[in-house]
């Protein structure tokens, strides 16, 4: 079966702790997004990559870090610098370009306390 | 000023109505615009694309998009219960996806 899978779907870090959030796709889809949810809101972009080695800073990067080793992957590092890191994470996936529908995984709702 | 706004509801119709959905955007360079139907605690889902003026349908689905007023909907015919979700509209701006906070939806039996 084609999809994004995601891991884990909870994750519970201390403050001050980095977190890495996996993200795999085998929908051979160029393009990866990483967004973030906070309750009653829509989703804001972290970070967006185009094609392999290669990624752009959305409109709230500031406090995470992204890397694009390979075209399955994009995993998300939410490091101690990100003020507010509590929150419902999501990454997609679409082909390259403009216009083109993007697919969500299942996401991971990470608390840090 | 947000680049997608949409009602945050909620927006309350009885099974078999019609619900109505509507989301405006502020980037008149905007080309392709998207719904999503998101469950409590799940991820976004997508349900329609649409790209140019006029409706699109899809089953009990309609999306309509009017560029001129930057205004689009989405007419849910034959409501059911299932139906209840929070439903965001999402622009497409040069790769970059721009979300409203979404309008959730409650379908009374």
């Known amino acids: 079966d084609g999809g994004i899978t995601q891991s884990p779907k909870y994750l519970f870090r201390k403050e001050g702790q980095n977190v890495t959030l996996s993200c795999e796709q085998n929908l051979n889809h160029d393009a990866m997004y990483w967004y973030r949810q906070d309750p009653g809101q829509g989703l804001r972009l972290i970070y967006y990559?185009?094609?392999?080695?290669?990624?752009q800073k959305g409109d709230i990067a500031e406090g995470y870090s992204v890397s694009r080793e390979k075209k399955e992957s994009f995993p998300l590092t939410v490091t101690s610098a990100q003020k507010n890191p509590t929150a419902f994470y999501l990454c997609a996936s679409s082909e390259a370009g403009t216009a083109y529908e993007q697919y969500f995984g299942p996401g991971t709702r990470l608390t840090v306390t | 000023q947000k680049e997608v706004e949409q009602n945050s509801g909620p927006l309350s119709v009885p099974e078999g109505a019609i619900a109505s959905l509507n989301c405006t955007y502020s980037d008149r360079v905007s080309q392709s615009f998207f719904w999503y139907r998101q469950y409590s605690g799940k991820s976004p889902e997508l349900i329609m694309s649409?790209?140019?003026?006029g409706d699109k349908e899809d089953g009990r689905f309609t999306a309509q998009l009017n560029k001129a007023s930057q205004y689009v909907s989405l007419l849910i015919r034959d409501s059911q219960p299932s139906d209840s979700a929070t439903y965001l509209c999402a622009v497409d701006n040069f790769n970059k996806f721009y979300f409203g906070s979404g309008t959730k939806l409650n379908v009374k039996p």
């Open positions: 990559s185009q094609i392999v080695n290669d990624f």
């Open positions: 649409i790209y140019s003026n």
